[in-house]
């Protein structure tokens, strides 16, 4: 068990729809991460942020947006979803930068 | 993005010594190397790191040349379970504020045969 937590684990939903997916991160870690692995892809990098700001950016499309609330926990929101956002969505955190960091066990999203 | 080559896929016998390779030969003098594996479809998980001596865990031992171009992971007495993929990174932080990108290349694919 990394110490970091994801909900929802699956998540099926339409076409056109929005979703918000949740990470709680291990406990006193102010880095949070956002990745996308779709089928027999990499993780892809999506977003970072640092005790509530945002700090990098990676390849995230418009229609996806992210937040980090004063407690921590921080919220990926998916909106306008198409078929190939189809992916597993993983969250990690860690310390600072350059501190290790640990990753959740992910949510599964399916979009029909 | 990523700044590091790993083989696309390795195998090694249970029980013997499970040595992956990763060049990163434009890595910066204050940035670290990371190695994570994956598990199937699970989260990545955090192996060992290091700057630029030989660093050694309960789960491996990692050796970095000391032109700092490349790293070796090695899993002494691999087991069945240790079969995943096996991530090479180097951590890129864009400013001293807490901000980075923490790239994911292909990896290396490990599979321990019996």
């Known amino acids: 068990d990394s110490g970091v937590t994801q909900t929802p684990k699956h998540l099926i939903t339409a076409t056109g729809q929005r979703v918000t997916l949740r990470c709680s991160p291990r406990?006193?870690?102010?880095?949070v991460y956002w990745y996308q692995q779709s089928l027999d892809q990499g993780l892809q990098f999506l977003i970072q942020y640092y005790n509530g700001e945002e700090r990098a950016k990676g390849n995230i499309l418009e229609r996806f947006s992210a937040q980090q609330f004063p407690d921590l926990h921080s919220e990926l929101n998916l909106s306008s979803l198409e078929l190939g956002d189809s992916a597993l969505y993983f969250c990690?955190?860690?310390?600072?930068?350059?501190?290790?960091?640990?990753f959740g066990q992910g949510t599964r999203l399916t979009v029909v | 993005d990523a700044k590091t080559t790993q083989p696309p896929s390795m195998d090694c016998a249970e029980g013997r010594a499970a040595n992956l390779p990763c060049n990163h030969s434009?890595?910066?003098?204050?940035?670290?190397v990371y190695w994570y594996r994956q598990i199937h479809s699970q989260g990545p998980q955090y192996i060992i790191h290091?700057?630029?001596n030989n660093e050694t865990n309960e789960m491996a031992s990692l050796i970095i040349t000391e032109d700092r171009k490349s790293s070796t992971l090695i899993l002494p007495h691999a087991t069945l379970r240790d079969t995943a993929v096996y991530y090479c990174?180097?951590?890129?932080?864009?400013?001293?504020?807490?901000?980075?990108?923490?790239?994911f290349g292909k990896g290396t694919k490990l599979t321990v045969n019996p």
């Open positions: 290091g700057l630029k």
């Open positions: 406990s006193g870690d102010l880095s």
């Open positions: 990690a955190s860690s310390f600072t930068a350059n501190t290790e960091a640990f």
């Open positions: 990174i180097v951590r890129v932080a864009l400013d001293q504020g807490g901000s980075e990108k923490l790239v």
């Open positions: 434009t890595i910066s003098g204050n940035e670290y």
